[in-house]
C-alpha cells in the first residue's frame, strides 16, 4: 500500500476485517453494528470516532514519495527515479509528464485522489525561498500559491530566461530584466508594475530553499496530517455532536460517551428497534420508565441515585451537583439529551 494504489475490492475487504473487530464479530456471525462505519472512521472534528480510512492512508503513504522526492534529491535513489523519467524533483513536473510510466505513474496517479478529495498540491505543499538559486522565478509555484507565469503569461513570454532563478532575476541581475521586447512598449505597464510589486515582496535570505508541507506545524510531511485531512474533506457531509476528547479520560468511557451521544448502545428500545425478540422494554431497575439511552443515563431513579453517590465519591460540590441535575431536567427528550449531559458527567467527575 505504500507504492500501490490499492483496488477498491481489497480496500472493501480490509474495511470489513476492521469492522468485524471493532462490533466483535467472528467467521460467519455478525453482531451489531452499532454506528455506520463512515461515522467511526469520520474524523473527531466532524464528531465522528477518528479510526480513519484505509483509503486515505493509502494516499497518504503514496504521497510520502512525493515528499521524499523532493526532499532527498542527492540521494541515489532520487538521482535514478529522476534520472529515467526525465524530471527535475518538483511535483508539479512529475505529476504533469504525460509519457511517465511504471511504479512512478502509478504515485503521480494518486494526484487523482488528491483532487477528488477537494485538495491541490498546493494545499499540501509549499517551497519557501531562502536564498532564490534552486527556485526558478517563472516557473516555480514559489509566490502566493501561484506561479508566476500562469499569473502574467503575457510578461512570461517576453522573458529571455524562461528557467531563471529567483536568486538570479533579483541579485544578480539588480533586479533587472531581459525581454525579447520591452513589455511597456507592449502596453502592459500595469502587469509589470503588479508583477514589481510581487517579487518585492520577497525577501532573500541565507539558507537553502526548501520544501514546507501545509498539514504540519513544523512543515514536515507525515501520512497522517494527509489521512486526516483527506479524511476531514471527505467526511464533510457528516456532522455529529462533538464530543470532548480530554486524554485524561479512559478512551473506554469517551468511547462510550461517543456512542451514547448518538443513542447507540443496547437498550431495550433500540435493540427492538433492530429486531431482536424482547419481552419488555420497561426498565427493569425502576418502575414506570422505557427503557431508552434518555432513561438509562438521566432519566431513571436508579440511574439518579448511582449519579449523586458518584457525585458525592468524587468531592462534587453540592451546588454544582444540583445545578447539573436541574441541567439534566431541562433537557428535551431525545437523542440530544444524552449527549449533552454525558459531556458534563465525564467532565465533572475525570
Ligand atoms: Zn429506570
Known sequence: MSIFKAPISVIDTLEKIRRKFLWGGVEGKNKIHWVSWDKVTAPKECGGLGVGSIRALNVGLIVKWWWRLQTESTALWSQVITGIHSLSNKPYDYLSKKTITGVWKNIAGTIKDIHGAKLTLNDIFKLEVKSGESTMLWQDN??????????????????????????????????????????????????????????ASCQIQTGQDKWMCLLTPDGRYTVEALRRRIDLNSHQSIILPQISWCKIIPIKVLCFTWRAGQGRIPSATALQHRGMNIDSTHCSSCIGGVECVDHILIGCLYASYIREKIFEWCGIKKQISEMLVTYFNLQPHGVDAPRNVLNYYVYATD
Not at 501561484?146 to 532575476?169: N, Q
Not at 541579485?171 to 525579447?180: A, C, F, Q, V
Open 142 to 199: 514559489w509566490l502566493n500559491n501561484e506561479k508566476l507565469k500562469s499569473k502574467y503569461p503575457s510578461l512570461y513570454a517576453l522573458e529571455l530566461c524562461k528557467t531563471c532563478s529567483v536568486a538570479y532575476r533579483i541579485l544578480n541581475t539588480g533586479n533587472s530584466w531581459e525581454w525579447k521586447s520591452c513589455p511597456l512598449n507592449a502596453g502592459l505597464s500595469i502587469e509589470f508594475n503588479r508583477l514589481n510589486r510581487d517579487i
